[in-house]
């Protein structure tokens, strides 16, 4: 069964661009969860999305936000980029939905903002 | 703040030998689990513990939960070179969104 998977796996960008960052769950899992994780901060909780809705939110701003399709492939973007986004972020699918059961994370994608 | 806090934040032993983390949250919780991470890399599920449940063994691995303390231990046997990486506890509240919350992070070293 193939593992989750994040493109791209490395982005750049500069300040007040926006940006898309995907995620293939592995097949069968209807839930996929975003995580952005930074030296100061550590991981933190984004959104999950589980059948094509947004079910769970965390403390981030307005700039970000997300998708899921129904095929459960799942879009995060960030619009008007500033320096602190610049961290890694992972995304993380399971069957039945955030935090009940174990969660297969992808190898994420390392954003870069200049 | 953060509603996990491991302890270390940083530990460095010899192979063969047993490493403890332990994690300690703030608030009452549904589950608690533990994932590894190597070189912020994605992350690996290692165990999940509920909130009626005192000890999980999983291979060389053994966690437990002490509910009343709200604190929970890792405990590695024999660790290995390979078992270098940063260990993340993550809670479930029972209240509020269902979002699991990390902790910081041990990092762990093994030195051959």
């Known amino acids: 069964k193939a593992g989750v998977t994040q493109t791209p796996r490395y982005l750049i960008k500069t300040r007040g661009q926006q940006v898309t960052l995907s995620c293939s769950p592995i097949?069968?899992?209807?839930?996929v969860s975003w995580y952005q994780q930074t030296p100061g901060q550590g991981l933190q909780f984004l959104f999950e999305y589980f059948s094509e809705t947004q079910r769970n939110k965390g403390n981030f701003p307005g700039r970000f936000s997300g998708r899921q399709f129904s095929n459960s492939r799942s879009e995060m973007n960030v619009s008007t980029l500033e320096l602190g986004d610049s961290a890694l972020y992972l995304c993380?699918?399971?069957?039945f939905g955030t935090g009940d059961n174990e969660q297969f994370f992808g190898p994420g994608t390392r954003l870069t903002v200049l | 703040s953060q509603q996990g806090e491991e302890d270390p934040q940083a530990l460095s032993i010899q192979e063969g030998e047993n490493a403890t983390m332990n994690c300690s949250y703030k608030?009452?919780?549904?589950?608690l689990q533990w994932y590894r991470q190597n070189s912020g890399r994605g992350l690996v599920h290692l165990i999940l513990i509920r909130s009626n449940e005192r000890e999980k063994h999983s291979g060389r691995l053994r966690v437990t939960l002490d509910t009343s303390k709200k604190s929970s231990s890792l405990l590695i046997t024999a660790s290995r070179a390979a078992d270098t990486a940063s260990y993340f506890c993550?809670?479930?509240?029972?209240?509020?969104?269902?979002?699991?919350?990390f902790g910081q992070g041990t990092r762990l070293t093994i030195n051959p």
């Open positions: 993380a699918s399971s069957f």
């Open positions: 608030t009452s919780i549904n589950n």
């Open positions: 993550a809670t479930l509240l029972i209240q509020g969104a269902q979002k699991l919350v």
């Open positions: 097949s069968g899992h209807r839930s």
